[in-house]
């Protein structure tokens, strides 16, 4: 069936440096995306969403953006502290009045000192 | 605002047994409820979605018999794994719709801290 995949399992960056967390999804009729963090042990935060008439959000220190003609999501972190290791989640709900999102297998950020 | 809690945050029970788990809307009511499960390393599992005051709907799969989901108040949904056995040793995270959240849109679930279940 359709899901939502990741193409990146793991990503090591440096202090300070940008991040950048992808998501490929292959649910046409998708037009919301949720980005989660989840710290170990821990239940998933929500960080930022989007809609799918938009291309680009930005939050504070995040920015998403979406590209529907590739189906492809990225999360943009500026600036990563260690405090932003975490597993990366993007999540897609296809429309539904039941409000379900299908989850994307998760990236690991590690953020090194 | 939209905070979720679950109690207990970690259990261990003998097999046979059965355990529940409670998911709470602190702050917000919350018509529409979620049940996850995660293995380690790996994402969330959708089992269930708890609707208030009627039955929940199983995602394929899901024993609705052996995970009994109760939604009585709009601020709470229980969980309860009936007969446990070692496999469904796992960690079981709940989220809940908020459609007055500040941040998100209506379809933005938050999710509670999970409860890590050992089934022994």
């Known amino acids: 069936g359709e899901s939502v995949g990741l193409h990146l399992p793991t990503l090591s960056v440096q202090e300070g440096d940008n991040s950048i967390i992808n998501c490929a999804y292959s649910?046409?009729?998708?037009?919301?995306f949720i980005w989660y963090k989840q710290e170990s042990g821990k239940g998933p935060q929500f960080i930022i969403d989007?809609?799918?008439?938009?291309d680009k959000r930005q939050g504070q220190r995040v920015t998403v953006l979406l590209n529907k003609t590739v189906k492809h999501l990225s999360l943009q972190i500026a600036a990563t502290q260690p405090g932003d290791s975490a597993v990366y989640f993007c999540?897609?709900?296809?429309?539904?009045?039941?409000?379900?999102?299908?989850f994307g297998k998760g990236t690991l950020l590690t953020v090194n000192p | 605002g939209a905070v979720v809690s679950q109690h207990p945050s970690r259990v261990i029970c003998k097999s046979g047994t059965s355990v529940k788990i409670e998911c709470r809307s602190l702050?917000?009511?919350?018509?529409?409820m979620f049940w996850y499960r995660q293995f380690p390393k790996q994402s969330l599992m959708l089992m269930a979605t708890?609707?208030?005051?009627?039955?929940?709907?199983?995602e394929q799969g899901v024993e609705k018999d052996k995970f009994l989901i109760n939604h009585a108040s709009l601020t709470l949904s229980t969980l309860t794994v009936t007969s446990a056995h070692p496999e469904d040793s796992s960690f079981y995270i709940c989220?809940?719709?908020?459609?007055?959240?500040?941040?998100?849109?209506?379809?933005?679930?938050?999710f509670g801290p999970g409860t890590r279940l050992l089934v022994l």
């Open positions: 649910n046409s009729a998708s037009d919301y």
């Open positions: 989220s809940a719709l908020d459609f007055w959240a500040d941040s998100g849109g209506a379809e933005t679930q938050y």
């Open positions: 989007i809609r799918s008439n938009m």
């Open positions: 708890s609707n208030e005051g009627s039955k929940a709907t199983y």
């Open positions: 702050d917000f009511q919350a018509t529409t």
């Open positions: 999540a897609e709900n296809s429309g539904g009045s039941n409000y379900k999102l299908t």
